[in-house]
């Protein structure tokens, strides 16, 4: 392939959405759908054509020229595919083609597809262009561009109570993020002097975690794109908005909210991965922060009963994890786990939503007990994406491995924070304790599903039990059970056979994959993951004994209200803006105005006092024409 | 005796202007106060005299001005003494307090 | 040839009122048309400038003697890519106003006589070329603005009368402009009225007190028109009171005046000043920045948010010029990035207002509490709607995006911290913006919206005109950029070495 096509790859999903949003209303559906995935679709065909480039260890660029320069800052319009590129396009374009396919079924019976698909082309759009861009500015582009696509999209069902708020949420965090992010990347600017990802890795790499102050421009400047990524990827604590960001359709949380653009901090960590390993403070920072994350994602999904919140709640556990491998300085391990995550999780929301649309959208776990029953792929599909999610088998499920690459590397490196020093291990055994919760929520969910009494969406309508929907539907299950599976042997270790080897190096830009546990290593904590699952699984799956479970779930404690991150923002950031809003609106406003009222009033005083001159007797006026006269022939100069 | 000279002419005019004024602001009749104004513009034209003769001896210009401010003062005069009688008229009174009307408090 | 058409250009408007003056009826569609080829017109005389390498066009007129002392009064025009984009934001900004906004009842001559002398007398801030001739144009344009909302406005439910928003108006701009006067008669006094390029050589010459006199009376002049925060307290009353079209100039193009002078007059030509005051105005942007988007928070009608949310924007138009000096010499790129944010601004500005216009049915504005659920029967209003308000929230993709991270990177250099304050500031508005969205469009329909005629197509062509012009510099931003920037180092090498 050319370089120039590389221009094509966010050009064909945008040419669609544009399309779409001029004259997809008339369009019906199918066709609307036809076009959205050939715009994906052609991206992913482009993004092959690279493969043989790519594979040779060479990497494609290709330049438009300045995109914005001026005499401080100067930023190319260019595009860049190396390897770990290529992984990423191959990811987003792979999935969103298949992601808006499923949607040609999900989306059959929607009001207003038109919008629907332009967006999801648009976020794929944006997307590509944050992994191709070669600039930090180029990505900023994409990366605003997929807020705003996920804003939309998750506003999607906007007549619904609560869903325009969700919007607004995600919309406000991620632009707290974005200013953070932009800020941060004009400190690196005003640090390195160059905006090329390249570059500033090499710069970066040039320098000593000992030749550089730990207060220095670059540091401001990795702790704020930090937090931009933070707010992306919903860490701690910019994690609320992605629980709430299940209001949008079922194919936006398993595209957007699960498999692409909330790993786009992670991508984006990994990628100047080299400016964080020069300041251990910054990722005991990111220790923090995402243990806490983990912490929080597995125990909340613990105890939801909205099928798709237990999903998002199970995400945030899951980017914690990613974050955690990049505060050990292992993007290696976090990209891993961002593919094999990606693999099981959109299997698990697109199996959620095969499950939703099955019962009439009905999302209560209680209610949709027993519900897999009737739908034979859905099943297999929960089955395979709940292994992966818990890492239960080697090869079989695509979580294993890359959960093992990142407690390794947690094991190895160390929590520096302060002065305050915590070895690996010690981090790493509570990892895997916390990890155990992922076993918890995930067979919990299996058991609900696979219950032997029926809920009331599991009994169906009018007489129909819930059946399988569209065929599109089942085709994507279909594909993605095949990806689920495959990645388990795609990323094995060497210990392991090392079927993984060339996955790694190519997610990794030609990286050596580590050895990785021995099985004898692994071995005790799978028999405890997998006593734990089948004990939650028998609980769950027992309408009787989990009754008392779900009674008790329902405290108004610590776990209902979220840890008590919402009611904290709401009281500490948006009543207060809110309440300066109308202070200011009201007092401040007429205060300022009262200045100028003022110096009228003292005009009005003065010339009240003044019209008593003019008493409208003619003599008065004429006794002060010659009094003036008067005076002035006095003051005159010269007698 | 006193001398006849340029101080002493301007000193007489300023003399007759005074009193024309003090009679502008003290006197209640519109026919007195109209009187008044013929005084001080007499008093101003007595200065045009003095001075053309003492700075300006051979010329004739001040005797114009002169002549021309007669001629205004008469014009002015026909016409205040017209509306003194208008005004009597419409009021049967040409005291000042009557005539006060400019003043907003008794529009 | 462009010269001849610059020096015929300022004429037009005059053309304009006297067909005003001569027509019987229909002057809404007569406006339409007239003003939307004026605008055409404006446009096609400043695109070219920003073709690369376009030459710097300047007409000199008549020159005359005012006073004994041998003060000349000098005519003289220019065009180059900076004002050129002030002058393209005119030309784009008239068919938006004049199509979308059309008064409910057929109107006076009047109206459109004082839109004119509004009108022409921003072209002629935009364009003259001598000192003296700017503050001709800078007062005739309060002139215009003052009989088009005096004869033509009207109170709302929370407004002070008509009169007193509008005699706040003119003499909180008086309180501006004289002090401006004053500053424009010390430098022209000892030399002579001066070219806007040769500003920065007449004031070499002066004390230094006089000096920092000329400089706080413009500050003071140029500031009260943006305007920066603490002296906007003619902003909320008078956009409520004017007539919508009125109000759309007003933001548009009328506070640009300001930005106008702090950007091209101002910053060039005050290089040591602003080197002591810059850190400290930048913190008075920041500040406007921030007030202005919690004030957006709090107000209710749509006029008022609105309003609010350009004193915010302008703050960061201010940001960038108050960063625009370094050391002694001007910062290319801070003016470039005011300038670009001035163009988007404007044109959000013009389209928002329009839009505002159109969503209310009676044509006195909406309270967002009062309104909502239009999404359900205007389409086509909502769709644009919403990428204007993504626009004004700096959304990817649209020119705004570009013209603001430009801004925080030219002020960055100054002050991160009031960089990162003024973003805070931008980030809150936004927030507004999208709120605002929110309120009128989603849930169920509210007030007597349900009347609010969707957008015909003439409309929605000239609408998606704009949103294209938004996406190609939001793209591609280096086509207004490039130009800009280069006029710029043009101009100052001359001036500053």
Redesign the interface.
């Known amino acids: 392939m050319p370089p120039y096509a590389l221009a094509s790859l966010p050009v064909f999903p945008a040419a669609t959405a544009l399309l779409l949003a001029l004259f997809g209303r008339r369009l019906n559906v199918k066709l609307i759908g036809t076009i959205a995935c050939l715009g994906v679709a052609l991206s992913f065909l482009v993004g092959v054509g690279f493969a043989s480039t790519v594979s040779g260890g060479a990497e494609a660029s290709f330049s438009f020229g300045p995109w914005l320069a001026t005499n401080v800052l100067s930023a190319n319009l260019g595009f860049r595919l190396d390897s770990v590129a290529f992984a990423m396009v191959m990811l987003v374009s792979g999935f969103g083609f298949l992601i808006t396919l499923y949607s040609v079924g999900y989306m059959h019976d929607d009001k207003e597809p038109a919008r629907f698909f332009a967006s999801l082309n648009l976020f794929v759009a944006s997307m590509l262009i944050l992994v191709l861009a070669d600039n930090l500015l180029l990505i900023f582009l994409g990366w605003e561009g997929v807020g705003v696509c996920s804003y939309l999209l998750i506003g999607h069902y906007w007549k619904d109570a609560g869903v325009p708020l969700a919007a607004y949420r995600a919309f406000f965090t991620n632009r707290v993020g974005d200013l953070l992010f932009v800020l941060g990347v004009a400190f690196l600017y005003a640090h390195f002097g160059t905006f090329d990802l390249s570059g500033l890795a090499a710069k970066a790499d040039a320098l000593s975690a000992d030749s550089i102050d730990g207060n220095s421009l670059a540091a401001w400047g990795a702790l704020l794109v930090l937090g931009g990524a933070f707010a992306k990827s919903a860490q701690a604590p910019f994690h609320v908005w992605l629980p709430d960001a299940m209001a949008g359709p079922t194919p936006v949380s398993a595209l957007i909210h699960a498999a692409t653009m909330v790993t786009a901090g992670v991508y984006l960590v990994a990628r100047l991965s080299p400016i964080y390993a020069l300041f251990p403070q910054i990722r005991g920072f990111i220790y923090i922060c995402a243990l806490v994350t983990l912490v929080i994602g597995a125990v909340l999904a613990v105890v939801q009963f909205d099928i798709k919140k237990i999903l998002a709640y199970s995400t945030l556990s899951n980017l914690g994890l990613m974050f955690l491998a990049l505060a050990a300085d292992s993007p290696g391990a976090a990209r891993l786990h961002l593919f094999g995550h990606a693999a099981f999780k959109a299997l698990l929301f697109l199996a959620a939503g095969s499950v939703i649309l099955a019962a009439h959208h009905e999302q209560d776990v209680r209610k949709l007990a027993g519900v897999l029953k009737h739908l034979p792929i859905t099943r297999a599909s929960f089955w395979i994406g709940c292994l992966g999610g818990v890492g239960l088998i080697p090869f079989l499920a695509a979580g294993f491995f890359s959960k093992e690459m990142v407690l390794e590397s947690v094991a190895e490196s160390q929590l520096t924070l302060g002065s305050l020093v915590v070895s690996g291990k010690a981090l790493s055994w509570i990892i895997m304790g916390v990890e155990l919760l992922s076993a918890v929520y995930m067979f919990r969910l299996l058991g609900y599903l696979e219950s032997k009494v029926p809920g009331e969406a599991a009994k169906g309508h009018h007489g129909h039990a819930p059946h399988e929907t569209s065929v599109t539907v089942k085709l994507v299950l279909g594909i993605l059970c095949v990806v689920g599976l495959g990645f388990g042997f795609v990323s094995a270790p060497p210990s392991f056979g090392g079927m993984g080897k060339g996955f790694y190096a190519l997610a990794n830009a030609g990286a050596e994959m580590p050895e990785g546990p021995s099985f004898l290593h692994a071995l005790p904590a799978l028999v405890v993951s997998l006593i734990v699952a089948a004990l939650t699984f028998s609980v769950f799956a027992n309408a009787g004994k989990r009754a008392k479970y779900e009674g008790r779930n329902q405290t108004r404690g610590l776990l209902a209200q979220k840890f008590y991150f919402d009611a904290l923002y709401e009281s500490a950031v948006f009543t207060p803006l809110r309440a300066l809003g109308r202070f200011c609106s009201a007092i401040v406003e007429s205060v300022a105005l009262g200045g100028f009222e003022l110096m009228g009033g003292a005009g009005e005083t003065g010339s009240g006092m003044l019209r008593r001159l003019m008493s409208g007797r003619f003599q008065n006026y004429a006794a002060l024409l010659l009094a003036a006269v008067f005076l002035m022939l006095l003051l005159l100069p010269g007698r | 005796m006193l001398d006849f000279n340029l101080a002493n002419c301007l000193t007489l005019a300023v003399i007759v202007f005074l009193t024309g004024?003090y009679g502008?602001?003290t006197r209640r009749s519109l026919v007195m106060?109209l009187l008044s104004v013929e005084v001080m513009l007499n008093g101003v034209n007595f200065t045009l005299i003095a001075f053309n003769h003492f700075l300006w001896g051979t010329h004739e210009f001040g005797h114009y001005l002169y002549m021309l401010s007669i001629g205004v003062a008469a014009a002015e005069a026909a016409i205040g003494l017209g509306m003194t009688i208008v005004f009597f008229r419409n009021y049967r009174d040409i005291s000042?307090e009557r005539?006060?009307?400019?003043?907003?408090?008794?529009l | 040839m462009r010269g001849t058409l610059l020096s015929v250009a300022p004429f037009i408007p005059l053309g304009l009122i006297a067909l005003h003056m001569f027509t019987r009826q229909g002057h809404a569609k007569l406006a339409a048309w007239t003003q939307s080829l004026f605008g055409l017109f404006l446009a096609a005389l400043a695109l070219p400038s920003f073709v690369s390498d376009a030459p710097r066009v300047a007409v000199d007129g008549f020159s005359m003697m005012i006073t004994g002392s041998g003060t000349v009064f000098k005519t003289a025009l220019y065009l180059d890519a900076r004002n050129s984009a002030f002058v393209l934001l005119l030309g784009l900004c008239l068919p938006i106003i004049f199509v979308f906004i059309r008064p409910r009842t057929e109107v006076k001559p009047s109206y459109y006589i004082s839109a004119n002398i509004l009108i022409g007398s921003l072209l002629g801030v935009f364009i003259a070329n001598s000192l003296l001739l700017f503050y001709l144009f800078w007062e005739m344009a309060l002139l215009g603005a003052y009989f088009w909302i005096g004869l033509h406005g009207q109170r709302r439910e929370d407004t002070p009368a008509l009169y007193t928003a509008l005699m706040r108006f003119v003499l909180i701009t008086l309180f501006g402009s004289l002090p401006m006067l004053m500053a424009i008669a010390i430098v022209i006094l000892p030399s002579g009225d001066v070219a806007l390029a040769d500003l920065g050589r007449s004031i070499s010459i002066l004390s230094p007190e006089l000096r920092g006199l000329a400089f706080w009376g413009f500050l003071l002049g140029f500031g009260v028109k943006l305007p920066l925060v603490g002296l906007h307290g003619w902003l909320r009353d008078t956009y409520a009171v004017a007539p919508p079209a009125c109000r759309a100039l007003l933001s548009a193009i009328m506070s640009k005046m300001g930005a106008y002078g702090l950007l091209i007059v101002l910053v060039p030509a005050f290089g040591s000043e602003f080197g002591t005051w810059g850190p400290t105005l930048m913190a008075v942007a920041a500040a406007g920045a921030i007030y202005g988007g919690v004030v957006c928070l709090g107000r209710d009608r749509l006029t008022d948010v609105l309003a609010y949310s350009s004193l915010a924007h302008l703050s960061l138009v201010a940001l960038a010029a108050f960063a625009g000096t370094r050391g002694d010499a001007s910062d290319s790129s801070a003016i470039t990035a005011g300038i670009f944010q001035v163009f988007n601004h404007g044109l959000i500005m013009a389209f928002l207002f329009a839009l505002d216009d159109r969503i209310s049915v009676d044509g006195r504005g909406i309270l967002m509490s009062e309104v909502g659920g239009l999404r359900a029967g205007q389409g086509r209003l909502t769709a644009l709607m919403l990428v204007a308000m993504f626009a004004a929230a700096s959304l990817p993709g649209l020119s705004n995006f570009a013209g603001e991270i430009l801004v925080y990177f030219a002020a960055f250099r100054v002050s991160p911290w009031y960089t990162f304050a003024a973003g805070a500031g931008a980030l809150i508005t936004a927030a507004a913006m999208i709120r605002i969205f929110h309120h009128l469009f989603f849930g169920a329909r509210r007030g007597n919206v349900v009347q609010a005629a969707d957008l015909r197509i003439p409309e929605v062509a000239l609408g998606l005109a704009v949103v294209s012009v938004w996406l190609v510099l939001g793209l591609y931003p280096m086509l207004f950029v490039g130009p800009v920037e280069r006029a710029f180092a043009t101009v100052v090498a001359g001036v500053v070495p």
């Open positions: 004024c502008l602001l106060i000042r005539a006060s009307r400019l003043s907003e408090g008794e």
